[in-house]
């Protein structure tokens, strides 16, 4: 158990910097997982941005999103955490929870205009997404969700659907496993994109109920989603790699040439091409 | 012959990085080339994204698609290899095929709007492209093309031309070579955005078919062909080098300084420019 | 207080290289700062483009815009300080000014639009972002602000906003700190993005004016103001690590192997791929 | 003079790949100097792309467009060079010419669209930019220009401009320098880019005659223009540095360890982490 809970912490933490990685949250924007064993509890990182998350920053709560062990000091929590809560309580199907304010998909939440399935990666959002505002059930807000009603209020929008579309804010997803919740987050948003180029070239042709259907079925099988993960995690982990190899090599102790000619390498680039000649 | 073929296995995984590093194809999307010496046999990678396909990930096939060896334990085949199987036996002039979703070329087949040469380089995708519709022949489907049918279908389509758009789906572009491939997909895809921009500026002047042809012929000359594989090899090449290099620099053994400093090392770009002062 | 004005040195030369990474600014655009214990006096980085900009850059003046220490040889002053000196005597509560030319805050400078808060994040402009025109009160000029008259003029339209857009030029953005400053410049931007999409989709619903207060209250929180502030530096420092080890690498004595292999390295990537199998 | 010449060719090559960092150039488009000491000649790089040229591969022809000296074994010549003899022949003023088909200008040149200066940046390309067509004087051709007689009609429609649109090709710029013509070439395609945006939004306010002109004079002094250029060439000598070291590290002899465990490292960054806890 104590390795199943460690792999999906170090799973979610990936998650979390895939989705910085791939454009769908920036300083905001979070994802959750349900427990491994315990459905009554969910694992999400403590108050910060995706792209800095590590397996160490994953905390537990119950589906009241309260913590269920004490905060370490200086450690904040996620004001919307009732997102995630409120859907684990309403949804025992659903594994996982992502909620973002993706460029791709925010004119859609903007323009209250309905986002439909338009390739077959699309599909996987489903054949309709709902649109939830808070401005209906509780007036001029921030906005932002921090109260249990305001989270149970939007996860009877999700109803029995995938994905939920938040006017003036951004949106939900849902799914039966972290990879899912990616896949169907990544590739909405990409299908949103498409949505409006198509819509500028004048006609906007959707998947019919059918080929939704059979879409989704057919890319989230096991392959494709495997595909998929694979390919965003080598990119984030290329990209961290670069980045701790050089901060590697900046830590190493004085005696090393790295900081001392740093000063005058001036320009470096050009310095080793002319040598070349 | 072995050199050739471990030549061309080079070129063919060398062809898929490119394209995901130029954005034609992300995880999804592939391509393939006729057997050097074997015209009833084509190489193709195994299930994978393009971004991580190697040489030793490219298979052989009949033109059936069936496997000519026998598949690694763990290695899946693409579900759409029937597009290029039988794309080679309808065409034993084409030598090279890619099949993708690119965001450029997605509103299109998405709008069912006609793309057309807007520049001397788009020029290389031919007059007029076809529009090929998986529920004309075969009805609400996943969309994906997996039986023998939807591939011949699909070739029936695209005719003599070289580029065939998919309603909902993507675009398959065919080439006497890879490297004819890999141009045509990529221009096509930069013609696709430049007449979407021309067209939100209110007016796309297409080439006459006079243009066409010339434009076409004088950029698919080798010169120009090696200057643009040249330039793309080139920018793929640069990025795996410094990934290489940093996966290579963190294996360092512990007695190297690499992993542990790493841990304190907050803010090194900082420190490195305070020690300068 | 030399430590306090040490630590605002690194501050505001960090917020310039974060503008710079994040697309608000390029060659041109600058951030200043009120000095921390001298309300009669700003710092701003020498004549030079903000990603260059490190702490021994920023220079000290008066709020009349006259530098207090005699300028170091060869080093310019920006043009446009006149707008940084004038807001911070027409705004005591200003502690810090932006001034860009960002691609997506342009589009409304040059159309005469009116930008709107679209979500929560954006609403930090505020709900309506007054329009100067430097037509109006000089006629046609090079649309740069040099003199003290443009500068008050430029204050003067700001008047108790935290932002203005200056016809056919660009923005100027003031807040309570840099961090605010800098989280009100690039969110204003993403802002104006979505608008922009959320326009050609056919509809754009703003915030109303009690959201615009509560959304602007929640984020200007110390809370959500360091999350994004700590992504931001994570994100220009990795790439500024990776840089700063290359070019120290580079530098190393010629006893090192880096300068040699280096012309006959072409194609290190593919040899590295190569020595696997 | 051999100094002069030499540090001609490096800031051609350098000029060369700012502009493929900057997106004005891909595997196609060039820019030329007129030799410093013979206004009857002018310098080139080989036929190949501009983010590959280095010093090495300049050439030098007469305003015949004739080679000055022997070409190099295997080396080719581009075959638009007519546009810069032409330019430089009927221009004694202009002593550097861009030629390319940036994505930002392209749609201009494909809807007939007049480009108009909307920020003051943009005012460095000059009230207005004429439009030139192939067609008009030689009817369907394959758009690229290789004889005399095409350069000499675009270097009449260039006329005492700076800046020329062709219609489903390109642009061609010209300038005092390598640095004024690389700057305007970056700031005319900003220009472009922004110009199409304003219009989504519904209004393009250009800049009247007198601001195009103080503009212009203003942002062409020295001061601003070496505020670019130091900035563009920052940015293309930090990523060639970062390649630079990795292709170095890479080429490393097999004693270093950078080569062996590069096998095994399959995913050295979440390794790396899991390290530190």
């Not at 910085?20 to 403590?46: K, M, N, Q, W």
């Not at 392959?223 to 998929?228: M, S, V």
Request: include cysteine; charge should be positive.
């Amino acid at each position: 158990m104590a390795d199943s809970l460690a792999a999906i912490r170090e799973e979610l933490s990936l998650a979390n910097r895939i989705l910085a990685h791939e454009g769908i949250v920036d300083a905001f924007g979070h994802i959750s997982v349900r427990h491994p064993t315990d459905p009554g509890r969910f694992l999400i990182s403590r108050h910060r941005a995706p792209e800095l998350v590590s397996p160490q920053d994953i905390l537990e709560y119950t589906l009241d999103t309260e913590p269920v062990h004490p905060t370490p000091a200086g450690w904040r929590h996620y004001g919307e955490r009732v997102i995630h809560g409120c859907i684990f309580q309403a949804r025992p199907d659903v594994m996982a929870v992502c909620h973002h304010h993706a460029p791709a998909m925010m004119p859609y939440a903007i323009a209250r205009a309905a986002v439909v399935p338009v390739f077959h990666l699309g599909a996987s959002m489903g054949l309709r997404v709902p649109f939830w505002d808070s401005r209906d059930d509780f007036g001029s807000t921030a906005l932002v969700l921090t109260k249990p009603e305001e989270g149970r209020s939007l996860a009877k929008a999700l109803g029995q659907g995938w994905m939920v579309l938040m006017g003036r804010h951004g949106a939900t997803v849902a799914g039966t496993s972290i990879r899912q919740t990616v896949f169907r987050s990544i590739y909405s948003c990409k299908n949103a994109e498409l949505q409006t180029q198509a819509r500028l070239l004048g006609h906007v042709e959707a998947l019919d109920a059918q080929e939704v259907e059979l879409a989704a079925a057919y890319n989230l099988r096991p392959g494709p989603q495997e595909r998929a993960w694979d390919y965003w995690a080598k990119r984030v982990q290329d990209a961290e790699a670069v980045v701790a190899a050089g901060k590697a090599a900046l830590a190493k102790p004085a005696s090393a040439s790295a900081s001392r000619p740093a000063a005058k390498a001036k320009k470096p680039a050009a310095k080793a091409k002319r040598r070349k000649r």
